[in-house]
């Protein structure tokens, strides 16, 4: 089933990317991720799979995901937790 998330950057360690949303993200069945990037340079990635984009992006736990379908592919129905990843990205904008 596919499920997508947002990567929320807490600290730009590059410099490049920002802060807060900067991954809009799709996992698909079998395990592969599509992700686009919202810094000024818009690009779409693809990876093996949520760990691989983890290791290469985490940045020892700057950038964390965050999933907005449960493993049942139903949206969270935790509001507070839409709305925290709300606030970050509008802030970011």
């Known amino acids: 089933m596919f499920r997508r998330f947002v ?6 360690v590059t410099g490049v990317s920002g802060s807060g949303v ?6 698909f069945p079998d395990g592969v991720c599509a992700y686009r990037w919202n ?3 818009k690009t779409t990635c693809i990876a093996d799979s949520i760990a ?3 290791k290469i992006h985490g940045h020892d736990g700057a950038t964390v995901v965050h999933w907005l379908d449960g493993e049942n592919d139903q949206a969270l129905a935790d509001a507070d937790l839409w709305q925290s ?4 990205h509008d ?3």
């Open 91 to 93: 802030e970011a904008v």
């Open 22 to 27: 900067v991954v809009h993200g799709v996992r």
């Open 85 to 88: 990843v709300r606030r970050v």
């Open 52 to 54: 691989d984009i983890e």
């Open 7 to 12: 990567l929320i950057r807490k600290v730009d």
């Open 39 to 41: 810094s000024p340079w």
